[in-house]
């Protein structure tokens, strides 16, 4: 039982570039956030996909696209990636039943130049 | 968005000291969760509350939801090395659905 996973681990990109981060989880939960972390800042979400299906943009949307793969996977993609957009980013997933409880990944840290 | 404020946003104490960081929101929360960070790592659940005025404990944190719904209390006691971290306050609201919301942090430093 691995929780939630997440690749690449480390990237760098150069401004313009474009790629998209994996996450998959094997808790059978229903919903799936991304969040950035800047310093200071605390984490801010991103996107989130409360279930199979669905895609809701959170408080820093602009710049990212998501993709609901299946239950257990949830894409982010910088299409053209800009410095501001360097962050480490964190996916995290909840289960709606049981307790209530929101488990993170461990992140990856982005640079873009 | 909705802000959390946490406090303090920084604390050096000595080894063997009790701690305690508050999170306050101007929104009333169903659930709190309070989550550790170390270095390069990712958020990891400490303690999750479900009920105001609930008291929870996880070996020597003890977590409290307010009565007011709108404030949350984590206290460390007998504090260790190991707890260096940073901890994070996390509310969700009953009319945004799923959406948890992070306060900004308070860094521990346990010197030993």
């Known amino acids: 039982n691995a929780g939630v996973t997440q690749t690449p681990k480390f990237q760098v990109l150069k401004t313009g570039q474009s790629m998209t981060l994996q996450c998959a989880q094997d808790m059978n939960h229903n919903s799936m956030y991304w969040y950035r972390q800047d310093p200071g800042m605390g984490l801010r979400l991103i996107y989130y996909s409360a279930s199979e299906g669905t895609t809701d943009k959170g408080e820093v949307p602009n710049g990212y696209n998501v993709s609901r793969l299946n239950k257990r996977e949830f894409s982010l993609r910088l299409e053209s990636a800009a410095p501001s957009q360097t962050s480490v980013y964190f996916c995290?997933?909840?289960?709606?039943?049981?307790?209530?409880?929101?488990?993170f990944g461990p992140g990856t840290r982005l640079t873009v130049t | 968005g909705q802000q959390l404020n946490q406090s303090p946003q920084s604390m050096f104490i000595q080894e063997g000291e009790d701690v305690s960081m508050n999170c306050t929101s101007s929104s009333i929360f169903n659930t709190w969760l309070w989550y550790k960070q170390d270095p390069g790592e990712g958020p990891v659940l400490l303690i999750a509350l479900y009920k105001a005025g609930e008291l929870t404990s996880n070996g020597r944190l003890t977590a409290q939801f307010g009565i007011t719904r709108k404030d949350s209390f984590l206290n460390i006691s007998a504090s260790i090395p190991s707890d260096v971290g940073i901890y994070f306050c996390?509310?969700?609201?009953?009319?945004?659905?799923?959406?948890?919301?992070f306060g900004t942090g308070t860094s521990l430093t346990v010197i030993p």
């Open positions: 995290a997933s909840l289960g709606w039943w049981g307790p209530y409880e929101q488990y």
């Open positions: 996390a509310g969700q609201r009953g009319d945004t659905g799923n959406q948890f919301y």
